[in-house]
């Protein structure tokens, strides 16, 4: 079974069938060559696999295609080059906190869905609202210096 | 690429926190992982797992899969009988899909190969296996019990690289042990004015590197190329060159950027069943392990323990006996070196009378265990220095003192025959127990809490196998390629071979580029693991850089007329003593002519003298150091770890932040593995937490309030510049460090992790409230 969906990824309209089934992760990486969001926990745990879905971040693993009929979906290659990709990743950059970066693109879309609702740069409250986010390499300091810089920003 | 963050060029690219190499790929999503590849042609591939943790294999019917909707192929046992089909690079116990037995609840017993990942999946349901099921040993009681059902009934042969020397035959479900014994044991006991002993038990923990092991095997013309999220292409291309009975050379091994590995990816994992199952299909396949599959693929070992330790009045410590007992799993996979490592952890770097040390290797009937970062010494040094600390409280003697007293010095020997210490250990553990207000004691507690500082040390042989080469080219615009099998799994090591490349050609590091491994490009380097990439691979790189240097001053001495003593590197160019200056893209261009040819430098690391056995190692001593101050709940047993300091003892730090992002990730790794990681296997075998969901790994809320990392540089290091690698040994420190302050709280503690039922239920033991 299939459905038929109107929408926008990165600004680019999409319309036709997807399997009724389909996730939006796979969708996203296997129909559209989108490959910035990852396959991990498959169980909503981990945030690799975070895209935004009308400003929202969720987790494209367990997310409908069909689901995004109507709506804007944003991922890394679409936020890379904006102004708060370019302020984020000079700040991931100065505090070294990508390693094997595996996490990092959702790391960048759940920031700016928090600096969108107007989360400034506490860290407890960043720390918390990022609990959806998993890394193993760096330890997590890095990660929350650059955001709370990126969010102090963000006015 | 933008101007950003920290860089430096010339010599100042060694020490300089250059930024990452990779970070504008890896912030921009392009950075391309094995399973963002899609070869043409390729295939899906799901694996059919045993359902039982020990069973004899009956009949196999795989016609109803075979038939089904998309499916090109399905491997089973049978489309092996032409290969002698056991890997293993200790030993060689592991068939590429289950052949007569089943040994581990999830162990493949078929692969299909299908046109999409859910036509694989769905396949792979309507196989028909028959089990006979065996009596299970799952865990270390149960295989080592008397009459205990048997994982492997042959002892398997010796694997191609497993460097532990003659292996004696099984002892049952034991496949192998390492032991020694040194001194006279009996006197330093009956000297003692006090004995501390126990018995401990650590936790089966699942490395998570959050990009599962994934693989595509591609055949053609008899030629097999992989595309492998592995740690050490150079090994696998070895094992799967003797499999499938082909020339190294017709073995080729891609390997993209790697979503972390932490040893999870060391050594061969899904390579040969990928390899067997294209072979068979004729087209190229993919596995991409999910994380239950992952979980089953290689773990952390559990251990059991048992440890004395005998100690004078004055706090001289006189004698250690231990024994370990690790959990292998099905399989032995790196089992033997973990357990060597294991048994070379339990004294300590101490100054001892008498030792005696065995360390067992356990077969059970659970998923195979094998390498995760900083393994060995993250089993015993909890337990040793939790000992020297409950030796220090008997005797009243300062935790600090008492480590000051009998630390071993540098040039001391560690073990016989093997590298004397080349690391200031007592003045790592200073400034570990300075960085957590050592020796003011903790703030006072709130009401219903305790508080307690803990320090630790402890010592891992370092470097593996000394054996890396290494290529650097030089182009007629000056470009800078690097051509090094050091895999890039999040370290940094590809940031830290161009530093290293730079510094020596003092060129731009912007303009120096290092790759991914293509065994078929790439030379040899013997694995990625052991803290060895920058100490060796980039020992063999600052060599091969110094290479096209000498070239460089070669051909300046001619075009100048200078004598080359009088010629002088400096940033882009050679200079003679009036000044005059020719720079790298002049100077090709001037030996080769029009704007063509290459400056080729090689570099090679080789063991100096000896075999390069372990036994005569390790390249170095990588300290475990840290230190560390707790707060746990008496009502709930719930412990926050407030601070923790670690000391990265690195010789010359090639790029300080990239080390102090090594410290902090193996101290939250740490703090994972002592208060709440746990694989629990069910007395059935089956692996009853299998998801992120019920497996918890450390979050943003549980980083301490404080990480403090501190970076020695004495300059004693093997490497380039005097640099010894790091990473691994915090990991190991950082859980000791934990358990000392726990106990300093109140609540010693010999069972990890220290989950709040555990700890809440010895608080009540010990009528804490």
Same mark, same amino acid.
């Given at each position: ?35 910035g ?5 498959e ?26 009929d ?13 102004d708060?990709?370019?302020?984020a ?23 700016k ?29 890095s ?13 | ?14 020490? $300089?926190s250059?930024?990452?190499?990779d970070?504008?790929?890896k ?44 499916v ?35 162990e ?8 999409s ?12 296996i ?17 009459g ?5 009934e ?71 190329? !992989? ?9 696998v ?22 979503g ?12 040969p069943? %990928? ?5 068979k299909?004729?087209?190229p ?80 009937n ?11 010494a993250?089993?015993? $040094? ?44 007592i ?19 709130r ?30 615009d ?27 050609? $003092? ?12 065994t ?11 803290s ?11 060599r ?13 001495a ?6 080359? $003593?009088?010629?002088?590197?400096v940033?882009g ?25 290459? !400056? ?66 193996? %101290? ?23 998801? !992120? ?9 549980d ?11 004495n300059?004693?290091?093997?490497g ?16 000791a ?5 726990l ?7 010999n ?17 804490i409230?």
């Amino acid at each position: 079974m299939t459905e038929t969906i109107r929408a926008t990824v990165n600004g680019t309209p999409f319309e036709g069938e997807v399997p009724a089934q389909e996730l939006l992760l796979d969708f996203l990486r296997d129909r559209l060559g989108l490959t910035g969001a990852k396959q991990s926990c498959e169980v909503q745990v981990c945030g690799v696999c975070t895209v935004l879905v009308d400003g929202d971040p969720v987790s494209s693993c367990c997310y409908l295609a069909a689901d995004i009929d109507g709506r804007e979906v944003e991922t890394i290659e679409g936020l890379a080059g904006s102004d708060f990709h370019r302020r984020a990743a000079d700040a991931f950059m100065r505090h070294a906190a990508v390693q094997c970066g595996f996490c990092t693109s959702g790391m960048l879309l759940t920031a700016k869905a928090l600096a969108a609702r107007g989360l400034r740069g506490d860290r407890d409250e960043i720390a918390a609202a990022m609990s959806g986010n998993l890394c193993r390499c760096t330890g997590y300091v890095s990660i929350l210096d650059s955001l709370a810089e990126i969010l102090s920003e963000t006015a | 690429m933008n101007a950003v963050g920290p860089s430096a060029v010339g010599p100042s690219a060694v020490g $300089q926190s250059v930024a990452r190499a990779d970070g504008p790929l890896k912030l921009s999503g392009q950075a391309e992982f094995t399973g963002d590849l899609r070869v043409p042609g390729m295939l899906y591939g799901a694996i059919l797992h045993s359902p039982v943790a020990h069973a004899r294999i009956g009949s196999v019917d795989a016609t109803a899969a075979e038939k089904a909707d998309g499916v090109v192929a399905v491997l089973t046992a049978g489309d092996l009988s032409d290969l002698d089909p056991y890997y293993g690079h200790a030993l060689r116990d592991r068939p590429v899909v289950a052949l007569g037995k089943v040994r581990f609840a999830g162990e493949p017993v078929a692969v299909v190969a299908a046109e999409s990942q859910a036509a694989a999946d769905a396949a792979v349901a309507r196989i028909d296996i028959e089990y006979d099921e065996l009596p299970v040993a799952a865990g270390l009681d149960a295989a080592l019990s008397p009459g205990a059902p048997l994982v492997h009934e042959k002892r398997a042969r010796p694997g191609s690289a497993h460097g532990l020397g003659d292996l004696p035959d099984a002892d049952g479900n034991i496949c192998y042990s390492y032991s020694f014994r040194r001194g006279d044991l009996g006197r330093a006991f009956d000297d003692a004015a006090v004995v501390v002993e126990g018995e401990y038990t650590f936790p089966a923990v699942y490395q998570y590197a959050m990009e599962t092991h994934t693989t595509i095997a591609h055949w053609q013309g008899g030629e097999l190329t !992989l595309w492998s999220s592995c740690q050490h292409p150079f090994l696998v291309r070895q094992e799967i060159a003797v499999l499938f009975g082909l020339p190294l050379d017709q073995v080729r091994i891609i390997v993209p950027f790697l979503g972390g590995g932490f040893g999870s990816k060391s050594y061969t994992k899904m390579e040969p069943l %990928t390899a067997a199952i294209a072979r068979k299909a004729g087209r190229p396949v993919r596995i991409l392990n999910a994380v239950h599959e992952s979980m089953i693929t290689t773990r952390r070992h559990n251990m059991t323990a048992r440890m004395r330790t005998a100690a004078a009045a004055d706090g001289t410590l006189l004698g250690r006996v231990a024994e370990a007992w690790l959990d292998t799993g099905a399989y032995a996979d790196n089992g033997p070196r973990v357990t060597a490592t294991a048994g070379d952890a339990a004294p300590g770097p101490y100054r001892w009378q008498a030792v005696q040390v065995a360390a067992h290797c356990v077969y059970t009937n659970t998923g195979p265990a094998g390498s995760y970062r900083a393994f060995g010494a993250t089993h015993l $040094q909890w337990i040793g220095e939790s000992q020297v600390d409950e030796v220090a409280r008997r005797l009243g003697l300062d935790r600090l003192e008492i480590r000051r007293k009998n630390l071993l010095r540098p040039g001391e020997e560690v073990r016989p025959g093997g590298k004397p210490l080349d690391a200031d250990l007592i003045g790592d553990v200073e400034k570990a127990a300075a960085a957590i207000g050592w020796p003011e004691p903790p703030a006072p507690a709130r009401p219903a809490k305790l508080r307690g500082k803990g320090v630790s040390v402890g010592l891992l042989a370092a470097g593996a196998h000394p054996v890396s080469m290494a290529t650097v080219r030089m182009g007629p615009d000056g470009s800078v390629t690097v051509l090094v099998g050091t895999t890039e799994l999040g370290q940094g090591a590809r940031t830290v071979m161009a530093q290293i490349a730079a510094g020596v050609l $003092q060129a731009d590091v912007a303009r120096v580029v290092v790759r991914g491994t293509d065994t078929r490009y790439t030379p040899y380097d013997r694995s990625t693991g052991a803290s060895r990439s920058t100490t060796v691979a980039g020992l063999a790189v600052q060599r091969a850089a110094q290479d096209v240097l000498n070239s460089l001053l070669e051909t300046a001495a001619a075009r100048l007329e200078a004598p080359p $003593q009088l010629l002088t590197p400096v940033a882009g160019g050679i200079q003679d003593a009036s000044g005059r200056t020719m720079t790298h893209a002049e100077l090709v261009r001037a030996r080769f002519g029009f704007d063509g040819g290459e !400056l080729l430098g090689h570099g090679r690391v080789q063991p100096e003298g000896g075999s390069g056995s372990y036994a005569e190692g390790p390249v170095f001593w990588e300290v475990c150091v840290a230190g560390a101050e707790v707060e746990v709940d008496t009502e709930t047993g719930v412990i926050t770890v407030l601070r923790t300091s670690t000391v990265a003892d690195v010789g010359q730090a090639i790029n300080p932040q990239l080390v102090a992002r090594q410290d902090e990730g193996a %101290t939250l790794q740490g703090l994972g593995n002592a208060l709440f990681e746990e694989m629990v296997f069910a007395p059935d075998g089956a692996l009853l937490n299998d998801t !992120l969901l019920s497996y918890r790994i450390p979050a943003f809320r549980d980083i301490p309030a404080t990480m403090r990392c501190s970076i020695v540089e004495n300059g004693d290091g093997p490497g380039p510049f005097g640099a010894k690698g790091c990473g691994e040994g915090a990991l190991a420190a950082v859980p000791a460090a934990i358990v000392n302050a726990l106990a300093d709280a109140g609540v010693p503690m010999n069972t990890l992790p220290l989950t709040p039922e555990r700890v809440w239920r010895r608080m009540r033991e010990l009528k804490i409230s």
